[in-house]
């Protein structure tokens, strides 16, 4: 099960794993965490960010999932969502990319424990365990990645594997320092999954699904297709790849 922040983060950064696990007869799951539509009127950030989208408020969730849906039929996954609203749709908390990028908002300091309260109940719905949940490092920092994090954190004392994806495409940014990032919240030495060429075909393409979000996402990196071949390919080392980083309850 992935633990997806958005509608696009665990396609972008650990598709070609998802696809994997599809090939081998598994049955990859992508639950986006802050899947729900705005509760009233958004703040000037959120209007500005729908308008970098080209996508009307009204239209704004519907078209997402679109994409998510899309991107999920490339990687053979199941795509499910949650009903919990976005950073920036959660009030005046989130303003800037400053304040998106920072530090979670103290009126958000315990939401994690909404989130794995709604996890849960989305698995007794389904009547679903799984035996590994992948989830965010929160490279970038955003903080509905750091949220997440936070969450499947507490998942491990349910017995079960977490374990963190690099946020793509925030890794793949000149000074994202992952690994020192990662050496701080991760338990353990990371692990590379080795991408077929099939694989990274797939997830190319579910990157592609995502065509409203590559403007701002990708504004740094240039041809969404092309940094994310190049990063895989940095990762292993000239291999196609993407890593993994254990997590272990918190202390």
């Known amino acids: 099960m992935f633990l997806s922040p958005h509608y ?10 998802v696809a994997g696990m599809s090939d081998d007869g598994d049955r990859p799951l992508i639950l986006t965490i802050f899947g729900g539509r705005p509760a009233g009127p958004v703040n000037t950030f959120a209007a500005q960010m729908h308008r970098d989208w080209g996508l009307a408020l009204e239209d704004v969730i519907e078209h997402r999932r679109r994409e998510e849906s899309c991107a999920a039929e490339a990687l053979g ?12 749709y959660r009030g005046e908390r989130y303003l800037s990319d400053e304040h998106l990028f920072g530090a ?16 849960l109940a989305f698995l007794e719905a389904r009547n679903i365990m799984p035996d590994v949940y992948y989830c965010p490092l929160a490279v970038g920092n955003h903080v509905d990645h750091q949220l997440v994090l936070a969450t ?6 349910t017995g079960r594997t977490v374990i963190a ?31 077929t060429p099939t ?24 041809d969404p297709a092309e940094a994310t071949r190049a990063y895989a390919e940095r990762v292993g080392n000239g291999t196609p790849a993407e890593r993994f980083w254990p997590l272990e309850a918190p202390s």
């Not at 499947?152 to 004392?157: E, I, W």
């Not at 793949?172 to 050496?183: L, P, R, W």
């Not at 990274?200 to 240039?222: M, P, T, W």
């Open 165 to 195: 994806w690099e946020d793509f495409p925030y890794a793949g940014e000149a000074g994202a320092a992952v690994d020192e990032i990662a050496t701080r919240r991760s338990s353990g030495e990371p692990r590379c999954r080795i991408l």
């Open 199 to 222: 694989q990274l075909d797939s997830k190319v393409s579910a990157v592609n699904c995502y065509a409203s979000q590559h403007e701002v996402i990708f504004r740094r990196q240039g």
């Open 77 to 88: 996954a199941e795509s499910c969502w949650l009903d919990l609203p976005d950073a920036i």
């Open 8 to 17: 696009d983060d665990a396609a972008l950064s650990c598709g070609g794993a």
């Open 152 to 157: 499947a954190r507490t998942l491990t004392y």
């Open 104 to 119: 979670v908002h103290p009126d958000d300091a315990l939401l994690f424990r909404e989130i794995r309260s709604a996890i």
